[in-house]
């Protein structure tokens, strides 16, 4: 499968070595950063489970929401967030649980459209892992490759977190899948030193920047990042 540039160059998708990574934090900060600036950056949702409609605000859709300054209205989070479930599983046994199933084309065509329709940045959060199931045939690595837009890979600091990521990263480069960065999310009360971490880590990534978010001061790595993200 080629690589083929987005229309939208600001367009990335983000994606993590598991769920509960930091993701919808990650996208959250970078639309903060942006918004400083005076920008006017877009995020989604498309594929959402756990969703509890009584409380919208408490979900991803509702986060991104209110970073974007938006409302929560229902067609809010359509908008951002059309394919929710209810079960909080992962998509694809969230989506049985229900009758229902994604559809695999229909996920990548919006995901296409809303990349290319943002004029500024769009930031497309994934669901799970890299390798979480959408159905019996797809996992969100072939919704990245197939919606042919670059990822940032967000991994943890923990104790096991170095094999999570270079396998999750080995997943993405099978399907060819840019890798626009790793971000080492600190993991708080870690064992490991989260340096080191990062260090073990490049010696293994071939020129993949890996960018490292200190709890302590999360400011200078979304600022690396966001650069990064801008200057393709
Ligand atoms: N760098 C950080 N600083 C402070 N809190 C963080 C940071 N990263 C993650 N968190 C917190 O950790 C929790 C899990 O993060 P988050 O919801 O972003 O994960 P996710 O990968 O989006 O999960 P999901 O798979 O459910 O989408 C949240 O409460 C979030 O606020
Ligand atoms: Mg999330």
Redesign the pocket.
């Known amino acids: 499968m080629g690589r083929m540039k987005p229309k939208n160059a600001n367009a990335h998708f983000i994606t993590?070595t598991?769920?509960?990574?930091?993701?919808?934090?990650?996208v959250c900060?970078l639309l903060r950063y942006w918004r400083e600036q005076g920008g006017v950056p877009c995020a989604y949702k498309p594929v959402l489970s756990?969703f509890v409609a009584e409380n919208p605000a408490a979900s991803?859709a509702g986060?991104l929401l209110a970073t974007l300054g938006r409302g929560l209205t229902m067609p809010d989070v359509n908008a951002i967030a059309p394919w929710r479930f209810t079960a909080p599983l992962s998509p694809g046994m969230a989506a049985a649980a229900e009758g229902r199933s994604i559809d695999f084309a229909a996920l990548v065509a919006f995901t296409r459209q809303v990349a290319g329709d943002c004029p500024s940045s769009v930031l497309i959060?994934g669901?799970?892992g890299v390798m979480a199931p959408l159905d019996h045939r797809h996992t969100v690595r072939d919704w990245i490759a197939a919606a042919k837009l670059p990822c940032v890979l967000?991994a943890g600091s923990y104790l096991g977190s170095l094999s999570h990521t270079l396998s999750a990263l080995e997943a993405l480069r099978k399907v060819d899948a840019g890798v626009t960065a790793i971000v080492v999310?600190?993991t708080p009360e870690s064992t490991v030193s989260l340096a080191a971490t990062a260090e073990s880590l490049r010696h293994h990534v071939g020129k993949v920047p890996v960018i490292v978010?200190a709890?302590a001061n999360?400011a200078a790595g979304i600022a690396e990042l966001a650069g990064l993200l801008s200057s393709r």
Do not use: M, P, S
């Open positions: 993590g598991g769920t509960d990574i930091g993701k919808t934090w990650l900060a756990g991803d986060q959060e669901v799970g967000v999310n600190e978010l709890r999360v």
